[in-house]
């Protein structure tokens, strides 16, 4: 079982700051890929940015530039500092991640969301 647990929505007015966390726990041995997601209201969710063991990162076109998606292996934890927001931007944010797990089994795991808001 593996669980990820997001922390730093909110509400910030347009041009302002956040920054997402996700921890994951559980009977991991290895994460793969980290991605952050986001998803608004009769839309499909759709992928935001993605980093790779490794370090590589790739950004949807909307928020290259803006979006900056960093990980700790040690922490099992995958970070979004997100810039210059934009009303646009409001959204639900779940993290996901690729894990291997103790079983051993690789498996995707979801956090439960976390609510980010622009709006003056």
């Known amino acids: 079982q593996v669980q990820l647990v997001e922390s730093g929505g909110g509400l910030v007015q347009p041009g302002g700051s956040l920054s997402l966390s996700c921890a994951a726990s559980?009977?991991?041995?290895?994460?793969?890929?980290m991605d952050w997601y986001r998803q608004t209201p009769g839309k499909q969710r759709e992928l935001v940015a993605s980093?790779?063991?490794?370090?590589?990162?790739n950004y949807s076109d909307s928020v290259k530039g803006r979006f900056t998606i960093s990980r700790d292996n040690a922490k099992n934890t995958v970070y979004l500092q997100m810039n210059n927001l934009k009303s646009e931007d409001t959204a639900v944010y779940y993290c996901?991640?690729?894990?291997?797990?103790?079983?051993?089994?690789?498996?995707?795991?979801w956090g439960q969301g976390t609510q980010v808001t622009v709006s003056s």
């Open positions: 559980g009977r991991i041995v290895r994460i793969v890929d």
């Open positions: 996901r991640a690729q894990v291997v797990t103790a079983l051993p089994a690789m498996v995707d795991a």
């Open positions: 980093i790779s063991r490794g370090g590589i990162t």
